[in-house]
Every structure is written in structure tokens, then in C-alpha cells.
């Protein structure tokens, strides 16, 4: 039932990719609000969030937040498509473009199953501003996407076509690896991404489990290798993976028993993420 909900999904995302995927084109290069003009990336990532992870440590629920519906998510969702640049560094907030949730309505269903957010904080928007998960996503990463996303139907449109082609949950079963706490390799876990997909993932852990994976692909939408190191001074080392890691299950809360917001903070959780790949 879940793989033919996801092949419907997917089919619908290759629709509306057909719809834009007239606005191809090229760009000139973009500034950030109040900054110097930052050149164009090298090559996209893919982040995908593990909720058994992620969810474990939720307190209190909310509607917006993912990790409260009654049924536990038992895939990866989607953490954003990055444009970052082969020295370890990225661009962000290129464009004062701001977030319209009318443009993306034809994938909001299939944005809520996949793309959901997995906190109750608003996240910051670019420009003093707090929105949705999604508005953060767009106006920091989307709009340095150029010239190979030129709007923001088209950013959300090419991250999903993505991660249903190239699905994460389905290629780790396949090879074996089951999404149900036990340990394995970290070796196999990269071993049987890179076979399947063609590139080696960056892998990114809390206290032993996946908290992210991420698939790396070039300007024309083909795999690559992500970087196998990450030179921001800022990373920190908490988030290595150990020789054996795990993909939890979690109980969820139910939204009726809700109390309050939960505290983490999403603006710190990015900067902090220590990438691991083959």
C-alpha cells in the first residue's frame, strides 16, 4: 500500500516537473540581503531527515509538527534540496524572494506526507521573519538554486522527483537494512547507498542513529559522490557516526494530548551537522 501510495505520488510530481520544466534557463548571479554577490553552486544535496530519530525526543505536539501524527512516519522525509560548493561551504538567502504558499498548492499533499516538518518552532525566513518549514527551505536554498531552478514551484517540484527516483527507505530494504533499531555497519549503510544510487551519501548521527542521509547530485540531476569531508570550522563533533549505527522506531505522541511546543530550535540544527560518507 505505502509503494503504490508513493508511485501515485511520484507520477503526480512528474506532472507538474513537466509544467515547469519550460522555466529552465539561466540566471545571473544573486546577492544575498545585504551582502556581496555569491557565485553559483557546484552540486545539490538532497537531505533526508530519519524521524525514528528525530521524533524520539519530541515532548509536547502541535499540528504543523510531523512527529505527532497517530501513525508513526516509517520513511525518510525530506530535510530540504541544498546547493552547496565542492569546498565544504554553501550559499544561502540569494534572492529577496519571499515564500508564497499559493504557488505550491498542486504538491501540498503530497509536500504534508513527505516533506513535513518535525518541530513546532517556526523557523527563520531569510529576511527577519519567521514561516513554515517549507518557507525556510526556499528562501535560504531555493533561492541560490539558479540557474538550474529559476522559481519556487520548480525548487519543490525537482526536490520531490528526486527523492521519489531515488528512494532512500526502499534502497536501504533492499539491501537488507531494516528500519527497526538494530545495528549495523556504518560501511554497509554507505555500501548498499552507493550501489544503489551510484554515489556515496553523507551520513549524519545523534548519540549512535541516523538523524540524516543525504544524496549528492550534480547541475544536470545525475548522482555523485557527496563530499568525504566538510571544512566549516563550526561543525560540530557530536554528530559523527559511530562503526555501528541504528534507524529507531518511535512511539508518537497524539496531538490531543498535547501540552505546549516543543523547544528544539531548527535555525541551529543545520550548521551543526557532521557529515560522514565512504
Known amino acids: 500500500m505505502a509503494a503504490a501510495m508513493a508511485r501515485k505520488a511520484a507520477v503526480c510530481v512528474l506532472v507538474v516537473l513537466a509544467l515547469v520544466a519550460a522555466g529552465l534557463g539561466s540566471v545571473s548571479a544573486r546577492a544575498p540581503l545585504g551582502g556581496k554577490p555569491q557565485r553559483e553552486f557546484d552540486y545539490f544535496a538532497l537531505s533526508l531527515q530519519w ?17 505527532c501524527r497517530s501513525e508513526p512516519l516509517q520513511w525518510f522525509t525530506i530535510h530540504g534540496l541544498w546547493p552547496d560548493y565542492d569546498d565544504g561551504t554553501w550559499p544561502s538567502c540569494c534572492r529577496h524572494t519571499e515564500f508564497e504558499m499559493d504557488k505550491i498548492l498542486p504538491l501540498k499533499e503530497t509536500l504534508d506526507k513527505y516533506w513535513p516538518s518535525l518541530y513546532c518552532s517556526s523557523p527563520s525566513t531569510c529576511f ?78 545523534k548519540r549512535g542513529s541516523v538523524e540524516e542521509l543525504r544524496l549528492c547530485f550534480d547541475k544536470k540531476l545525475k548522482p555523485r ?16 557516526c559511530p562503526r555501528k549505527i541504528t534507524l529507531p522506531t518511535y512511539d508518537p505522541l497524539v496531538l490531543a494530548n498535547s501540552t505546549g511546543e516543543i523547544m528544539t530550535q531548527f535555525d541551529d540544527f543545520e550548521v551543526s551537522a557532521a557529515l560522514y560518507t565512504a
Open 225 to 240: 559522490d557527496c563530499l568525504t569531508t566538510l571544512t566549516n570550522e563550526n561543525v560540530s563533533r557530536r554528530k559523527h
Open 128 to 205: 527577519s521573519g519567521k514561516g513554515p518549514f517549507w518557507a525556510h527551505e526556499w528562501e535560504k536554498h531555493g533561492t541560490c538554486s539558479a540557474p538550474v531552478v529559476q522559481d519556487e514551484l520548480q525548487y519543490f517540484t525537482i526536490a520531490l522527483d528526486l527523492y521519489f527516483k531515488y528512494n532512500v527507505t526502499e534502497m536501504l530494504s533492499s539491501g537488507g537494512i531494516q528500519t527497526n533499531g538494530k545495528e549495523y555497519a556504518l560501511s554497509d549503510v554507505i555500501d548498499t547507498i552507493k550501489h544503489a544510487f551510484g554515489g556515496a551519501p553523507e551520513i549524519v548521527c
Open 51 to 67: 524521524p525514528g530519530t528525530i521524533c524520539a525526543n519530541t515532548r509536547h505536539c502541535c499540528a504543523r509538527n510531523g512527529c
